[in-house]
């Protein structure tokens, strides 16, 4: 059957990234009979720009249709003198919202050829291979009241909430327990239990979920040690399950023990398996443009959406293993760069993953 991907180019450096990952597709389209459709809408300051609002009604609807999603970024300085409500960041959250997609998939890999790009001594990062499972559609992101109010005497007051109910803490931690059965089968919740009641429930929770699942090790810690850990001993960890906004934190800080924070790809998946894929990091509008931002993260996201969505894992690891021919040849963009590599910009390394799959056949 004919799946549909909705392509959601966005703003800064999203329309280059998803212009590469698109070649991907259509390649396997057209010579590996991936039965695909792919259609493209605008979302966030590129759908400001046209609309006047970051989602506009018809791509939620197309995307609503569609059986996957692939987005660039959104956001960039010409948009941020709009209020909050309708930044182009409002056109992501509310598609994560709309699309119930609460399960965030961020897998920290450390491709062995860019062991001298991470941040971190190469032994303490070697073999990396961390998954932060982030809540994607509650907490303080979510919560109400929101918002700035001005008092009788004129101070202001910024006001968000973090909220979590017991179901949406559980099947976040359910998901995170099913994913460690398929590695290494440990899991650590991260929450500030020790200060934040909706957290301490969070951790209630979790060690309620972690006894239906015996085989699984659960522990937990604190998002301050944890940030710390991270950067200590990153291999400590197997499967991290945190909240929305701790998720945010923790997996930036993650995605540079690997390298660059071009490198990662994401998976948002509601509890069906339908999921919009993304690269973690944003849009980058300094180097828009310039053919320089590092395509890879987007089309390992590709790989996701292949995996988690489409049930084609065969397509999903020869892209994989096209990523590591690709870099195993030397090419790298400007934020992977070492000494004795070469440089290639955006287009360049895109082509470059599409010849190493075609070679594979
Ligand atoms: C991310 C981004 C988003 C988030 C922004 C762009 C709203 O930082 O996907 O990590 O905070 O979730
Ligand atoms: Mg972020």
Redesign the pocket.
């Known amino acids: 059957m004919t799946k549909h991907i909705l392509i959601l180019p966005g703003d800064g450096i999203g329309p280059e990234i998803v212009a590469e990952a698109v070649k991907i597709l259509t390649y396997l389209r057209d010579t590996a009979g991936l039965a695909i459709t792919m259609e493209e809408a605008p979302v966030g300051g590129a759908a400001i720009d046209a609309t006047g609002v970051p989602l506009p009604d018809a791509t939620l609807d197309l995307a609503l249709q569609a059986d996957a999603v692939l987005l660039g970024?959104?956001?960039g300085p010409k948009w941020e003198p709009l209020p909050i409500a309708i930044r182009?960041?409002k056109g992501?959250?509310g598609l994560?919202d709309q699309l119930e997609l609460f399960a965030?998939l961020?897998p920290a890999i450390l491709y062995p050829q860019l062991a001298a790009a991470s941040s971190l001594k190469p032994e303490l990062v070697a073999g990396l291979d961390i998954l932060i499972v982030?809540e994607?559609t509650g907490g303080i992101?979510f919560g109400q009241p929101r918002g700035v109010t001005t008092g009788e005497d004129g101070t202001r007051t910024g006001v968000n909430t973090l909220v979590y109910s017991e179901s949406e803490i559980r099947r976040i931690c359910e998901t995170a327990f099913d994913i460690a059965r398929q590695r290494n089968r440990r899991v650590c919740s991260v929450d500030k239990a020790n200060i934040l009641e909706c957290t301490e429930l969070w951790r209630t929770v979790a060690t309620e979920v972690g006894t239906e699942y015996p085989d699984v090790t659960l522990s937990h810690m604190y998002v301050d040690n944890a940030a710390m850990q991270l950067i200590r001993e990153p291999k400590q960890f197997d499967v991290m399950v945190t909240t929305?906004?701790f998720?945010?934190i923790l997996?930036?800080a993650a995605a540079m023990l690997t390298g660059s924070i071009g490198m990662l790809p994401?998976a948002s998946l509601d509890a069906t398996g339908k999921g919009m894929y993304?690269p973690?990091h944003?849009?980058a509008p300094n180097i828009a443009g310039q053919d320089i931002a590092n395509p890879l993260a987007t089309i390992l996201s590709v790989a996701m959406m292949l995996r988690y969505s489409l049930g084609e894992p065969t397509a999903a690891e020869r892209i994989e293993h096209a990523v590591s021919t690709v870099l195993d040849q030397g090419l790298r963009t400007a934020d992977i760069m070492s000494p004795g590599m070469r440089r290639g910009g955006t287009a360049e390394m895109g082509d470059a993953v599409v010849v190493a799959m075609d070679s594979q056949v």
């Open positions: 970024a959104v956001g182009p960041e992501l959250l994560r965030n961020r982030r994607l992101y929305n906004m998720g945010d997996s930036d994401s993304e973690i944003g849009s």
